[in-house]
């Protein structure tokens, strides 16, 4: 069994960056440190962090004071200010991609244009998005989306930061009929963009293919999406424990992606114990072809 990482995988530095923030401010805010939701969408990391004294809080009147961390996925301009008015210390988290969203939406709104997001209304980067412009924007994710849109004037088009090309060409594409005047902002992260480009290519050269990350994180589940394209096999696991290692052996070549939430010692650990499979199923095949004389 031959086992091959895509050139991209794992950690992007707005998650990294996050992460390296949170673990800075727990060594100087100890017991005294909060996180508005899951920091990142990889509860191997989440849960790890939680050990080391992060508190998780789902509302910002549950921290009576102290320090608050802003995950990647970044918040509403009004959450922000909430948070001032109570005086909580902000540790910002937001990933710069999704911040120049921010700055994006909000300076189009303030022309006079509608905001358009392709992207999932559910998740919280894109709920992040919306309140930078007055939870005014639509938010599509198909073309029956689309069409439910009344016509309008001025439009400016922002996508999810993770994305693929392809779903935002076309969707951006039907947007544009809706309006008269429309600016196209392609807001897919570089990390995402490199993150895809490297499993395409990957997944098509393997017999199947092996996406590291959390079942709730948007890039890992492009990724799959891109691979089962590509490839006939594809296993989506969060650790190592989950993959069916007898009915992988089978495959001559392995390619391995994971999402920009998942570390690399979950990545490693997945590696190391494939090929410790290899060995003992080897080993095995060695012992069972000696015959007794
Ligand atoms: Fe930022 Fe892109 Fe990572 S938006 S958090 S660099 S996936």
Redesign the pocket.
């Known amino acids: 069994m031959n086992i091959i990482i895509a050139e991209h995988a794992g950690f ?4 990294k960056r ?1 992460i390296d923030k949170t673990e800075n401010a727990l060594k100087v805010n100890k017991g005294c440190l909060y996180s508005y939701g899951p920091l990142i969408h990889n509860p191997q990391v989440v849960d790890e962090l939680e050990n080391r004294g992060l508190k998780q809080i789902q509302n910002i009147k549950d921290i009576p004071n102290g320090n608050i961390v802003i995950r ?2 970044g918040i509403t301009k009004p959450e922000i200010q909430k948070m001032e008015e109570l005086n909580i210390n902000i540790i910002d988290g937001t ?4 911040k120049s969203v921010h700055k994006r939406v909000e300076e189009y709104m303030n022309k006079g244009y509608n905001i358009v997001i392709i992207g999932d209304k559910n998740h919280p980067e894109v709920v992040g998005i919306n309140g930078w412009c007055s939870n005014g924007a639509f938010i599509v994710n198909n073309v029956e989306d689309i069409k439910k849109m009344p016509e309008l004037d001025k439009i400016c088009i922002v996508s999810q ?2 994305n693929t090309y392809e779903q935002f060409y076309k969707l951006s594409e039907e947007v544009k009929k809706k309006g008269q005047v429309v600016e196209v902002f392609n807001t897919i ?4 963009k490199n993150r895809q480009i490297a499993t395409m290519e990957l997944a098509k050269e393997v017999d199947a293919m092996i996406v590291i990350g959390g079942y709730e994180s948007s ?1 890992t589940l492009k990724l799959k999406e891109i691979s089962e394209k590509f490839c006939k096999n594809v296993f989506h696991i969060e650790r190592i424990n989950e993959l069916p290692l007898q009915s992988i052996s089978k495959f001559n070549t392995i390619g391995v992606t994971a999402g ?1 939430s998942t570390p690399d010692w979950i990545i490693k650990e997945a590696i190391y114990t494939m090929d410790n499979f290899n060995d003992n199923e080897m080993m095995e095949a060695i012992e069972n072809s000696f015959t007794r004389i």
């Open positions: 992007c530095f707005g998650v996050a990647a996925h990933c710069p991609y999704v930061t993770t992260c570089l990390a995402t890039n920009a």
